[in-house]
DNA sequence: TATTGTTATACTCTATAACTATA
DNA sequence: TATAGTTATAGAGTATAACAATA
């Protein structure tokens, strides 16, 4: 805005990204610990978390969206049937390609392990006030604008 | 304090929670993408960092500070060692005991390595406002506190 | 006897290469 | 010929069990 405030603001940006860099770290630490007792492993989640908000996908879409490989999906994906939370479907149109989709047991899971997964954080949460809440909400807006880079 | 605003308070807690959850994890994968060294993996990494900055441990404590279990931890202290950014030395008051210390280039690795994550984070952050970055700042304190629950 | 570090071995997750079926 | 899915096999990383040295 106004020339006295455009020096701190560089100053401020070092600082500020050094200081969320380490909090992030940290945070992230202090919350695997808590998820520690999961039996689902987090890509297995990942995936399931996936099919249960977006929908069904192919195996292809699934391996882009996590960052792995198709055969690697493919294990997870097999773990997630044999576990009976996700089933294969053929597609019609085209017969190379198989719709993975949650089961509702799966879909159950998923609400069940976030809502684990959350608790922790949320008592820790209820200690703060609305506002401190809202500012918490937006950086999370902003974290995630940030790693989407 | 009414039913009228305790109710939406509960729900806010619980999405700001999962939406913060959420964006640690994303924000910290996309960061740890960021190395001096291709090679070293997470899990080493962490090691080093926790000696160059807190100084020397021994085995054990370094097995319990990273959640892991001490002959896992040991295979990680072997890497480390055979890159020569670690080193063993005998504690002379406990035999059983072996000091782990990051060496000048094990330390040298660590600071490059925040270095390059800190330029990273600074280059996204220098798209927002500065009302943006109080919001960030005053996040990493509030995420501090909580991690340190 | 308990503790500290280490070795032996197995399991999980991920990767590359090769194969089958379909477009 | 290219694409979607799968199988075969190997390389990290972690775990449990067993062992040696020291307290």
């Known amino acids: 805005m106004t020339p006295a405030t455009s020096t701190p603001t560089r100053i401020d940006l070092s600082a500020a990204a050094s200081d969320l860099r380490m909090a992030t770290f940290r945070l992230a630490r202090r919350l695997r610990q808590e998820r520690a007792v999961d039996t689902m492993s987090d890509g297995q989640f990942a995936v399931l978390a996936a099919l249960k908000i977006n929908g069904p996908h192919t195996l292809t879409e699934l391996a882009e969206r996590e960052n792995v490989t198709a055969p690697s999906m493919n294990r997870t994906v097999n773990c997630l049937e044999d576990s009976g939370w996700l089933s294969r479907t053929a597609d019609a149109s085209d017969r190379r390609k198989v719709i993975l989709s949650a089961t509702d047991a799966g879909r159950a899971v998923v609400d069940e392990t976030v809502r684990r997964r959350n608790a922790w ?29």
Chains 1, 2 share one sequence.
Not at 122 to 148: K, N, W
Request: aromatic share 4%; no cysteine; proline share 3%.
């Open 121 to 149: 954080l949320e008592g820790a949460l209820a200690d703060f006030s609305p506002r401190q809440l809202a500012v918490l909400a937006e950086a999370a807006d902003l974290m995630r604008t940030v790693a989407d880079r």
